[in-house]
C-alpha cells in the first residue's frame, strides 16, 4: 500500500491509496482557492462583486497604510464548482484550512454552518446539498468584526479579514477516516517509549461511517522510510452503523528508530492508516512520524532526546508587507530560509495557530516549535483579552481542541501556548486558565503546556512551564534590569521552569546615528545601532543563564500593527530582525548569526550610518572567523580574535570626506571580505 500525493499546475491536488492488484476507492483532494468572487455586504448589486484567487484578504491594502479604522466587518465570498457524476454515492466535504474570523457557509442557497475563530481550520460536510454532475455554488460569509465571544478580542496586530488560506473538497468512501473530528486528520500519532532498540507507538483513529448496517473492517497501517517498508500491521474492528465518530487505538513498535532531532537530523517517517471493507481499500490517510523525547529541566534548560539544546529562537506572526496574512507556500519558505541562514533552531508561532504548511516546514528543517492558542490580553492597550461567559469560554475550549488535533502529528512542536499577557483584573481568567490546561492535558499528555506572562501573580503558576515577555532596555530600564530580574524570579522559586517568550527592540534601517543613545519607544525615532546593542546585552543575559529553557525573539520580521504611532511609519511594528517586505536583514540579524549559525560570516555593523560627525569612532565587527583584520582607507587598524559573543570592537580614526571600511577574515579556504562607505563632515 501506498500513499500518492500529486501537485498539478491547474490547482488540483489528489490524495489516494492503492494495493497492488487491489482495486480501491480514492480519496481526492481537490484544491479550490481559483475563480471565487468576492463583494462586502450591503451592496445594492449582489453582482458588483470582483474575481479574486485565495488566500485573499480585503485589508492589505487599508490595514498596512497605518489606518487604524481598517475594515472590519462582512465580506462574501462565492463560487461556482461542479461535483463530478463518478463522486455520486460518495460523500462530500469542504475544508477551510482558515478564514477570519467567523465564517458562514451556505451551499445552493441554504445554510450549511458555521465556525467562529480565524486561525483554525473547519470542515462541512456538503453531501446532502450536492447537485451531481452540474454546477453548485458555495456562499462563504466572513466576518472580520469585534465579537466578544471569539477568540481573541485584542492584540498588537492586525485582524485581516478573508478567506486567507487554502480551501479544497474533499470526496470519501461512505465510510471513512473522519476529516470532521476537529478538522483534524483523524489520524494521531504519539510516541509512547523510546529507546536506541525500540519505539513503541500509539495510533488512534476517527472512523466515520454512513453505511445502514455494522460492517466487519480491517485498520492497516504501513511505516515507511524514503519509501522503504519499515513496519506494516492491522487490525480487525467492527464498524458501527450511522457512527459519525468511532475511535479505534493500535499499537505498532519500530526497531532501532532513528530519531527526529531537530536541525542535527530532523528525520521522518510516513505513516499511511487505511480502512479495508470486504477486502476493498475504501479510505487512507498517510501522516508524518517524528519520533523523539523533548524535556525541561528547572536548572539546567532544554533538553532534546536527552540532550541539552540551547533554544535559539524567534517569534513570528503569519503576514508580509503588500499582502497581509494571504501567503503562499514560497512565503512561508523564504521565512524558515531567513530563519535557518540566522541559525534558528526554535520558533514561537504567535499569537495563533499559522497554516499547516509552516508546520510542516518547521517538522522537515528541524526547528521546534511552540504553537498558540490566540488567547491575547490587551499588554499596554485598553480593551479586555479575557470575558467571562460561557460563550467565550466555549470559543477558546473549541480553538484549544482544534490546536491540538490539527497539528498533533508534527515532531517539531513541543508546547502548547495557552495565554499571551493577561491581567488578573476584573475578569480574572485564572480559573479558567486553569481549565484549558486541564483540557490540554487531556487532549494530548505527551506535551506541556506554557504561557507567556508579562506580570507577576497566579497565572504564573499554571501550566507546566512559564515564560515571560520582558523589553528591558527598551520600554524604559536598562538590559542589566533583565539579569537582575532573572536571578531574583530563579531564586524565589528555583522550581519553576522559566522562559523569555518576547525581547526585543525597534529599529528602522532609515534611522541612523553614530554614537548610542536610547530612544523613545513610542517616538518616531528608532534608530538601528540601539536595537543591534540591545540584543547584544540581553542574549549575553539570557545564553549565560542555563536555567532559561528557552527564549524567543519579538520578532523575527517587520509586522502590521494598525494602532502603532512610532518609528518611521504608522501602522508597523519595527522590532523584527527583518523588514516588513524581508528585503534587508537588520545589523542585529548578523550579531545573531555570527552567534547561531556556524556557516562562516563576517559583517560590519553600522555600515547604514554613512553620514558621520566625530573622527574618533568604533567599528563593529560580527565574525566567527578566527581572526578579524580591518582596513581604514587602505591601511590596516590592527587584527583582532572575536570574543566570546563573535564580536570584535576596532578604534579608528576616520578622515574628513569620505572613507572605506574593510573588514577581512579568512574561514579555512574562504575569504570573507564587507566593507562600509562612511562620509565624515566637518563640525
Not at 523523539?292 to 536548572?299: H, L, M, Q, V
Not at 491575547?376 to 481542541?401: H, M, T
Request: charged share 25%; proline share 4%.
Amino acid at each position: 500500500m501506498k500513499t500518492t500525493r500529486f501537485f498539478l499546475r491547474n490547482g488540483l491536488i489528489a490524495f489516494f491509496c492503492a494495493m497492488t492488484l487491489t482495486a480501491s476507492a480514492e480519496r481526492v483532494c481537490r484544491n479550490i482557492n481559483r475563480d471565487w468572487t468576492f463583494r462586502f455586504s450591503h451592496q445594492v448589486d449582489k453582482n458588483s462583486g470582483v474575481k479574486v484567487q485565495l488566500p485573499h484578504t480585503w485589508n492589505a491594502q487599508d490595514a498596512l497604510s497605518g489606518k487604524q479604522d481598517y475594515k472590519r466587518g462582512i465580506g462574501n465570498y462565492t463560487k461556482s464548482f461542479v461535483a463530478p457524476d463518478e463522486w455520486k454515492g460518495r460523500r462530500l466535504f469542504v475544508r477551510f484550512e482558515g478564514a477570519n474570523s467567523v465564517a458562514t457557509v451556505f451551499l445552493n442557497g441554504k445554510w450549511v454552518g458555521e465556525h467562529r475563530g480565524g486561525y483554525s481550520a473547519f470542515v462541512f460536510e456538503l453531501t446532502n446539498g450536492i447537485k451531481w454532475g452540474t454546477h453548485n455554488e458555495l456562499l462563504v460569509r466572513v466576518n472580520n468584526a469585534e465579537d466578544l465571544s471569539v477568540m481573541p478580542l485584542v492584540g498588537d496586530f492586525n485582524f485581516y479579514g478573508g478567506i486567507y488560506r487554502d480551501v479544497e473538497l474533499i470526496a470519501t468512501d461512505e465510510a471513512c477516516i473522519s476529516p470532521m473530528y476537529y478538522g483534524s486528520p483523524g489520524v494521531f500519532l504519539t510516541t509512547e517509549t523510546v529507546s536506541e532498540r525500540q519505539a513503541r507507538i500509539s495510533l488512534r483513529t476517527i472512523l466515520s461511517n454512513r453505511l445502514d448496517d455494522v460492517r466487519d473492517a480491517v485498520l492497516k497501517w504501513r511505516v515507511t522510510a524514503n519509501g522503504s517498508e519499515v513496519t506494516a500491521g492491522e487490525k480487525n474492528i467492527t464498524l458501527q452503523a450511522r457512527a459519525e465518530e468511532q475511535s479505534e487505538k493500535s499499537v505498532f513498535t519500530i526497531d532501532r528508530p532513528r530519531l527526529w532531532d531537530g536541525r542535527r537530523d530532523p528525520f521522518l517517517y510516513d505513516v499511511d492508516v487505511s480502512l479495508w471493507i470486504d477486502g476493498r481499500e475504501v479510505d487512507c490517510v498517510r501522516q508524518p512520524l517524528g519520533i523523539r523525547t523533548c524535556s525541561i529541566d528547572a536548572e539546567k534548560g532544554f533538553f532534546l532526546n536527552g540532550r541539552h539544546l540551547s533554544l535559539q529562537g524567534v517569534c513570528r506572526h503569519q503576514e508580509r508587507a503588500q499582502i497581509a496574512n494571504a501567503l503562499r507556500p514560497q512565503h512561508h519558505e523564504e521565512d524558515v530560509d531567513i530563519m535557518l541562514e540566522m541559525g534558528v533552531n526554535a520558533v514561537r508561532l504567535a499569537h495563533y495557530q499559522q497554516a499547516d504548511y509552516m508546520y510542516d516546514l518547521t517538522d522537515r528543517h528541524g526547528i521546534l516549535a511552540w504553537a498558540e492558542i490566540p488567547f491575547v490580553g490587551p499588554g499596554g492597550y485598553a480593551d479586555k483579552g479575557f470575558v467571562d461567559s460561557e460563550a467565550f469560554r466555549e470559543n477558546g475550549r473549541q480553538q484549544l481542541l482544534e490546536l491540538i488535533c490539527q497539528l498533533h502529528n508534527h515532531p517539531s512542536i513541543f508546547c502548547w501556548g495557552l495565554f499571551n499577557e493577561l491581567k488578573e483584573a476584573g475578569d480574572n481568567p485564572v480559573e479558567y486558565i486553569r481549565e484549558l490546561n486541564e483540557l490540554a492535558h487531556r487532549a494530548d499528555p505527551s506535551r506541556p503546556t506554557t504561557s507567556a506572562s508579562n506580570q507577576g501573580g497566579d497565572i504564573n503558576y499554571i501550566t507546566d512551564l512559564i515564560a515571560w515577555n520582558r523589553y528591558d532596555g527598551w520600554y524604559g530600564a536598562s538590559p542589566r534590569s533583565l539579569a537582575t530580574w532573572l536571578d531574583k524570579t530563579h531564586a524565589a522559586r528555583p522550581d519553576l521552569r522559566i522562559g523569555i517568550s518576547e525581547y526585543g527592540a525597534g529599529a528602522s534601517v532609515l534611522h541612523q546615528q553614530d554614537s548610542l543613545r536610547q530612544p523613545a519607544a513610542s517616538g518616531w525615532w528608532h534608530p538601528e545601532n540601539w536595537q543591534t546593542y540591545y540584543h547584544m546585552e540581553n542574549w549575553k543575559i539570557i545564553h549565560s543563564r542555563p536555567y532559561v529553557w528557552g527564549s524567543f525573539v519579538w520578532n523575527m520580521f517587520d509586522f502590521g500593527a494598525a494602532h502603532r504611532t512610532e518609528g518611521d511609519r504608522p501602522g508597523i511594528n519595527d522590532k523584527g530582525l527583518v523588514t516588513h517586505d524581508r528585503a534587508t536583514r537588520k545589523d542585529a540579524f548578523y550579531f545573531y548569526k555570527a552567534n547561531w549559525n556556524p556557516a562562516p560570516m563576517l559583517h560590519i555593523a553600522g555600515k547604514r550610518a554613512s553620514e558621520r560627525l566625530r573622527p574618533e569612532t568604533e567599528v563593529m565587527v560580527f565574525s566567527n572567523a578566527e581572526k578579524v583584520e580591518l582596513f581604514v582607507n587602505g591601511q590596516s587598524a590592527g587584527v583582532q580574535r572575536p570574543d566570546d559573543y563573535r564580536t570584535c570592537r576596532f578604534a579608528v580614526k576616520l578622515r574628513s570626506g569620505s572613507n572605506r571600511i574593510e573588514a577581512r577574515a579568512v574561514a579555512g579556504k574562504q575569504r570573507l571580505e564587507d566593507h562600509a562607505l562612511w562620509m565624515l563632515y566637518d563640525k
